[in-house]
C-alpha cells in the first residue's frame, strides 16, 4: 500500500496555477511533518517547502517564497501546494515526504534525509 500519493500536477503556461495534494491514508498524519521536493531533468533534488505536524512552522526555497503556500489538513490526512505564478523554472517532478515527529511536532526540515515516507511524485510542466 502506498504510503502517499500525490496528484495535481499538470501542464501550466507560465504565471498560471497549480494545487498539488499529498494523500496518506496509512499515516497517522498529525505525527509526521510533510516536505515537498522536486527535481527537474538532469537536476537534483530540490527541497521546495515544508510544514511541521502541528502546523505552526512553514519553510519555502528562496525561488518559490512569496508564490508557493504549502498547508494541510490532518483530519483530511492531506497535505497541500498551492502553487501561483508558475514560471518554466518550477518544471519538474514534485515529490511529497512525510517524517515522523511525534516529539517535534513545531519542526520540519528542508532535507531529504529527514524523511521516511516519499510518494511516487507528479508531473509539473510550466511552458514559456
Known amino acids: 500500500q502506498l504510503q502517499l500519493v500525490e496528484s495535481g500536477g499538470g501542464l501550466v503556461q507560465s504565471g498560471g496555477s497549480l494545487t498539488l495534494s499529498c494523500e496518506a491514508p496509512g499515516l497517522t498524519l498529525h505525527y509526521y511533518a510533510i516536505g515537498w521536493f522536486r527535481q527537474a531533468p538532469g537536476k537534483e533534488r530540490e527541497a521546495v517547502s515544508c510544514?511541521?505536524?502541528?502546523?505552526?512552522?512553514?519553510y519555502y526555497v528562496d525561488s518559490v517564497k512569496g508564490r508557493f503556500t504549502i498547508s494541510r489538513d490532518n483530519g483530511k490526512k492531506t497535505g497541500y501546494l498551492q502553487m501561483n505564478g508558475l514560471k518554466p523554472e518550477d518544471t519538474g517532478v514534485y515529490y511529497c515526504a512525510a517524517s515522523f515527529r511525534p516529539n517535534d511536532q513545531g519542526v520540519c526540515d528542508m532535507f531529504g534525509e529527514r524523511y521516511d515516507y516519499w510518494g511516487q511524485g507528479t508531473q509539473v510542466t510550466v511552458s514559456s
Open positions: 510544514i511541521s505536524s502541528n502546523d505552526i512552522s512553514t
